[in-house]
């Protein structure tokens, strides 16, 4: 059964550092290109950051670039998204996915619900 957990979601002040975690199993990761989305209140979901196999070439949204780094260790089956200088617009639930069907990261709006999804975790930036 696939199964993706997302971890270190939490509250942060601007300025501030979180790195999220997920975490697989039921598959193998170093077959996919793998990705973090997120959902703020209110928006539909977007595309944060994409990262492909085997050559972890990665690709960030506009928002993210600069501050947000995606790395992957297939070894543990895991990929994290280190987010730095946070703002308060990163408020937002965060989604890490695996790309079902491409090893290269295909554009954000072409993720769907045939690819795996995890469950979510909350990031509050506020002070």
């Known amino acids: 059964q696939v199964q993706l957990v997302e971890s270190g979601g939490g509250l942060v002040q601007p300025g501030g550092s979180l790195r999220l975690s997920c975490t697989a199993s039921?598959?193998?990761?170093?077959?996919?290109?793998l990705g973090w989305f997120r959902q703020a209140p209110g928006e539909a979901r977007e595309g944060v950051a994409c990262i492909s196999s085997p050559d972890s070439r990665t690709t960030y949204a506009a928002s993210a670039m600069g501050r947000f780094t995606i790395s992957r260790d297939d070894a543990k089956n895991m990929w994290y998204l280190q987010m730095d200088s946070l703002k308060p617009e990163d408020t937002a639930v965060y989604f890490c996915?695996?790309?079902?069907?491409?090893?290269?990261?295909?554009?954000?709006?072409?993720?769907?619900?045939?690819?795996?999804w995890g469950q979510g975790a909350q990031v509050t930036v506020s002070s």
């Open positions: 039921g598959f193998s990761s170093d077959y996919y290109a």
């Open positions: 996915a695996a790309e079902h069907l491409y090893r290269q990261c295909a554009p954000f709006h072409t993720w769907d619900d045939n690819d795996h």
